[in-house]
């Protein structure tokens, strides 16, 4: 099992930045490739980023490229999202998920999921 928490969300105006944090317990951190998703309601849980387990490869869903950096720490169990020029577009519930193995952008490949935190970007 893995456990992960997501912190760091939370009301911001556009054009903003946060910094998502989420903190694996539970097993070998370095073993997982990480993602975050977001969700907002009455649609899917969708990528927003992907991470390998060394954090050599990422890979961005296309409406947040340039703007959104993943990346992790393997010491310290966490991968984080930093969000930068927020749009009230990204408005959403972003979650934080594992995967043992490769990376991967689809959502089904994921095992192990935090329970979420909101983050809402005003205009």
């Known amino acids: 099992q893995v456990q992960l928490v997501e912190s760091g969300g939370g009301l911001v105006q556009a054009g903003e930045s946060l910094r998502l944090s989420c903190v694996a317990s539970?097993?070998?951190?370095?073993?997982?490739?990480m993602g975050w998703f977001r969700q907002t309601p009455g649609k899917e849980r969708d990528i927003v980023a992907a991470i390998s387990q060394t954090g050599g490869v990422a890979h961005y869903a296309d409406s947040v490229k340039g703007r959104f950096t993943i990346s992790r720490d393997n010491a310290k169990n966490t991968v984080y999202l930093q969000m930068n020029a927020l749009k009230p577009e990204d408005t959403a519930v972003y979650y934080c998920a594992a995967k043992f193995g490769a990376s991967s952008t689809r959502t089904n490949d994921y095992t192990y999921w935090g329970r979420g935190t909101q983050v809402t970007v005003s205009s």
């Open positions: 539970g097993r070998t951190f370095k073993w997982y490739s």
